[in-house]
């Protein structure tokens, strides 16, 4: 099994329409969850940060954690053709090591017109 | 605020060579950390630098080195090179060491080894 789970899609959504992402993790004692935007040929930027259970809401996007069920999910309302890129799940598994990020292999969100 | 830079962008290098990579720092950021991406096995975690102290490693063998100079540029080498250490080399950096910190990454070196 492996630490950090994401389906490598493509996951195509319309203009407009709200794009779900999800990703589950193994180690229950992860503490803290990323979201970062990789377009093609790019470096990783980040689009959010999570560690809490519930919802996180920044602009267009929202985080939501539930560590009981081990998953993490972005939401992207409103998607535009912009958001198209791979979208990097990241979790940091243990206190002190929180530079060791355990990335997943990658959501490629497709946004259609 | 500059973000973190990364140099060279780009290196051609034959098998058996060694190559030395350099990254700057946000601002006031102390700790650096290197990535592996490649389209097999995505974004792996090579060592991480705090302080000029080596706090964390991952799963790599020991061809892969680093270091952090007292101004928190870091520098990775990669010592005889394989064909498969063609990747994608990231840099991050974050402003301490604490776990909520937020690394923001560099970007990028392309390696390609011959």
């Known amino acids: 099994q492996k630490e950090v789970e994401q389906n490598s899609g493509p996951l195509s959504v319309p203009e407009g329409a709200i794009a779900s992402l999800n990703c589950t993790y193994s180690d229950r004692g992860s503490q803290s969850f990323f979201w970062y935007r990789q377009y093609s040929g790019k470096s990783p930027e980040l689009i959010m940060s999570i560690y809490s259970n519930g919802d996180k809401e920044d602009g267009r996007f929202t985080a939501q954690l539930n560590k009981a069920s081990q998953y993490v999910s972005l939401l992207i309302r409103d998607s535009q053709p912009s958001d198209s890129a791979t979208y990097l799940c990241?979790?940091?598994?243990?206190?002190?090591?929180?530079?060791?990020?355990?990335f997943g292999t990658g959501t490629r969100l497709q946004v259609t017109l | 605020k500059a973000g973190v830079t990364q140099t060279p962008r780009y290196l051609i290098k034959t098998r058996g060579q060694q190559v030395t990579l350099s990254c700057s720092p946000i601002?006031?950021?102390?700790?650096v950390s290197w990535y592996q991406q490649t389209p097999g096995q995505g974004l792996q975690f090579l060592f991480e630098y705090f302080s000029e102290t080596q706090r964390n490693k991952g799963n790599f063998p020991g061809r892969f080195s680093g270091r952090q100079f007292s101004n928190s540029r870091s520098e990775m080498n990669v010592s005889t090179l394989e064909l498969g250490d063609s990747a994608l080399y990231l840099c991050?950096?974050?402003?301490?060491?604490?776990?909520?910190?937020?690394?923001?990454f560099g970007p990028g070196t392309r390696l390609t080894v011959l």
């Open positions: 990241a979790v940091n598994a243990r206190p002190g090591t929180a530079s060791k990020l355990t």
């Open positions: 601002s006031g950021h102390r700790s």
């Open positions: 991050a950096s974050r402003r301490t060491g604490g776990d909520r910190d937020t690394q923001y």
